[in-house]
């Protein structure tokens, strides 16, 4: 395939954010007086948003929309002050962003993450390799709904499918499939092989560099 453009899933892909997603979400649930999780307990809750994570991490007895409401505006404000204190880049991400930048390839991501931290993550470990950087603002228009990265393809004027779209879960993969994108999973990430492969990756990578073998 030609390859013009790559899009990157952030959280599990492109970053390791686990450590400070799990600490300010146990933060959040210690100020209530709840059960905190484990990292590996949060890794089973991240992919689609922080309203999401809220309402997965929160007990059974208090999962109302009321109290994730509440917890999710806590969880916001302590993320803020959190979110790029452990997070930091796979090993071999940058070295693997320079090759694709040498191949003049168009780089952008799109991520379940609010907006706001998407662009704040993105801008201050990556500077200067992605644009556009889109996060959630729309729960209607979150992933796996193509919507957004269409559009994103539109601003970086090419098709679909001269596009590989890179993510870590399930969800990653059926929005590139939804989009007409070549679906792309890593290993690294938050989700096992198995669910990558069963919504429809059509190659994996162990490595960053292994993305240069389909180029």
């Known amino acids: ?23 300010s979400m146990n933060m959040v649930l210690q100020s209530y007086g709840y059960p905190t999780h484990s990292y590996e307990e949060h890794q089973s809750f991240i992919g689609s948003g922080i309203r999401s994570l809220v309402s997965k991490s929160l007990p059974l ?3 109302n929309e009321k109290q994730i409401d509440c917890c999710f505006h806590a969880m916001i ?10 997070t930091k880049p796979y090993d071999g991400i940058i070295e693997l962003l320079d090759n694709l930048i040498s191949r003049n390839i168009k780089l952008s ?10 662009k704040k993550i ?21 992933k796996p709904n193509p919507f957004v990265a269409v559009e994103i393809s539109k601003t970086l004027a090419i098709k679909p499918e001269e596009i590989i779209y890179i993510g870590d879960t399930g969800i990653d993969m059926q929005t590139a499939n939804n989009a007409n994108m070549f679906a792309v999973g890593v290993l690294w990430g938050f989700r096992p092989k198995e669910e990558l492969i069963s919504n429809g990756a059509k190659y994996l990578l162990s490595n960053p560099v292994d993305l240069i073998q389909i180029l």
Request: charged share 25%; with cysteine; aromatic share 8%.
């Open 61 to 63: 007895a208090h999962n």
């Open 122 to 142: 993105t801008h201050a470990l990556f500077p200067n390799y992605f644009n556009p950087v889109v996060g959630l603002s729309n729960e209607k228009l979150k």
């Open 1 to 23: 395939m030609k390859v013009k453009g790559v899009i990157f899933d952030l959280d599990g892909t492109l970053v390791n954010s686990l450590q400070d997603i799990a600490d």
């Open 109 to 118: 991501v799109l991520s379940n993450k609010s907006d706001e931290f998407t």
């Open 77 to 86: 404000e302590v993320y803020r002050d959190n979110c790029t204190r452990k």
